[in-house]
């Protein structure tokens, strides 16, 4: 290899190293901050070095997009709000996520006020919706008797996210239950449109599922009548 080729060429050599590491980057913020940086010294190797003004246009090009995007994640990031029980909900669940793609997320799906027997879901069948009960309690059963009661903070109908389609255990509302629900097929978008925030999902949904597993390990057969953590 021409060693002109790596001494002469070390800016441009960084330039592309930057870029890579970007790719790895799993928060927004660092992915862009990276690009903008493997961008600047593209702009001054192709400036410099090469006298290459279309690249220099290009990488500059670059440079403002990815400003103006961490503009707009700053922006909404001061301007998210949330209530007490989204609150609860983030730092439970969502602390892999900024402000504002919390809000976002949050903004997809939508809080309920859920009455007694109102079923979340049915043993065999597609859930319509995945669940987070902030509030409440909720029956699980399975082949029509009790597994157990389920207290809030867990999602219901996560587990045929992760499985095939389907749920394990018909759960129904005992009571009252405050909850947020989102449409399963904008779940499933988020796999393309924002890997990111499904990434940050999936891990909540196995620290809920560990969670159900220790709960239902602590007693025993898994079958008893209490209330406790975990869901169906």
């Known amino acids: 290899m021409d060693i002109t080729f790596l001494t002469e060429g070390w800016m441009g050599h960084l ?9 790895l980057m799993r928060r927004m913020l660092w992915l862009r901050l990276f690009v903008i940086a493997s961008a600047c010294a593209g702009i001054a190797f192709d400036g410099l070095w090469l006298a290459n003004w279309v690249g220099v246009f290009w990488q500059a090009l670059l ?78 059963e399975s082949r029509g008797r009790l597994v157990r009661v389920v207290a809030g903070g867990h999602f219901i109908g996560e587990m045929s996210l992760m499985g095939d389609d389907k749920a394990v255990a018909t759960t129904i509302v005992q009571g009252e239950a405050s909850v947020w629900r989102i449409e399963r097929a904008k779940v499933e978008r988020l796999r393309e449109t924002s890997p990111a925030t499904m990434s940050v999902l999936e891990a909540a949904f196995a620290r809920d599922m560990r969670a159900k597993i220790v709960f239902q390990n602590a007693q025993g057969t898994g079958t008893g009548n209490g209330t406790g953590q975990g869901a169906g």
């Open 15 to 23: 330039s592309y190293l930057l870029l890579v590491l970007s790719m």
């Open 63 to 140: 440079v403002l997009v990815n400003l103006a995007e961490l503009f707009i994640l700053w922006r909404n990031d001061r301007r998210a709000v949330f209530s007490a029980e989204e609150a609860r909900f983030r730092a439970a669940f969502l602390g892999g996520l900024s402000p504002g793609q919390a809000r976002s997320l949050l903004d997809r799906g939508r809080w309920e006020r859920l009455t007694s027997g109102a079923v979340l879901t049915r043993e065999g069948q597609t859930p319509e919706y995945l669940t987070y009960v902030d509030m409440g309690e909720v029956r699980i």
